[in-house]
């Protein structure tokens, strides 16, 4: 089993930065592949971007040059620095984790999932 918690959501103005973090705990190889994704109100839950055990990353074309994901495994937490926010960035943020097939958003390839954090982006 893995748990996860994320945390460091909130509400900032366009342009502005928030970092997310993951904490996960439970199976290591369960965790070998590990991601963001979010939700925005009526509309389905998109990756936003994902690592794999060596650190190769993958990112969504519309957070590209603004967001990035990282890990730190000595105090197993994942990352995610969001600059330049927009509006449309606004969503409840998940981290996702599972131990093969990485670096895909295909969401149904992730067993594990935190609760969300809300993050909020105001023009």
């Known amino acids: 089993q893995v748990q996860l918690v994320e945390s460091g959501g909130g509400s900032v103005q366009s342009g502005g930065s928030l970092r997310l973090s993951c904490a996960a705990s439970g199976a290591t190889r369960s965790r070998n592949c590990m991601g963001w994704f979010r939700q925005a109100p009526g509309k389905e839950r998109e990756g936003v971007a994902v690592?794999?055990?060596?650190?190769?990353?993958r990112y969504a074309d519309s957070v590209k040059g603004r967001f990035t994901i990282s890990k730190d495994n000595a105090k197993n937490t994942l990352y995610l620095q969001m600059n330049s926010l927009k509006p449309e960035d606004t969503a409840i943020y998940y981290c996702?984790?599972?131990?093969?097939?990485?670096?895909?958003?295909?969401?149904?390839?992730?067993?594990?999932w935190g609760q969300g954090t809300q993050v909020t982006v105001s023009s």
């Open positions: 996702a984790a599972d131990s093969w097939r990485c670096l895909t958003f295909a969401r149904n390839n992730y067993a594990y």
């Open positions: 690592i794999d055990s060596g650190g190769n990353t």
